[in-house]
């Protein structure tokens, strides 16, 4: 399993609230509610993301508040992957649980810049800037969680 697109970098501390803004919670529609994804931090965010695009944050990403709404807007914009440093708790377990995948590596989120064209293998954790040719390495997941992202969340492994 693999993703390939163009990076989104942050700094530190991404919350929930800057990843979707509590003042659009009330909207049931996802594809709606995506379209409201990172505004308050990259206004143009929305408008650029295609499918498979990676967002790159440092440390802490994910903070805040547990709401399942975070994860969710990222995949339901077609975010592919994201990569950090390091994942709040509460956002790393919502990520699985909504089949998001997202990968700790903080030489990759170190040395990847916005627009860079990266790949990543879920398989073996292999992240490749190809812009500019490094390669970078992240613990990949265990052959459990890796399905559960397969089956697009938890739901779909245990009904699978």
Known sequence: MNTEGRAFKYGDNVDTDVIIPARYLNIQDRKELAGHAMEDIDKEFVKKVKSGDIVVARKNFGCGSSREHAPQVLKDSGVGCVIADT??????????????????????????????????????????????????????????????????????????
């Open 87 to 160: 994942f709040a708790r509460i956002f790393f377990r919502n990520a699985i649980n909504i089949g998001l995948p997202i990968l700790e590596c903080p030489e990759a989120a170190e040395g990847i810049n916005s627009g860079d064209e990266v790949s990543v293998d879920f398989d073996t954790g292999e992240i490749v800037d190809k812009t500019t040719g490094k390669s970078f390495r992240a613990e990949p997941f265990p052959e459990f969680m890796q399905k559960i992202i397969e089956k697009n969340g938890l739901v779909g492994y245990i009904n699978s």
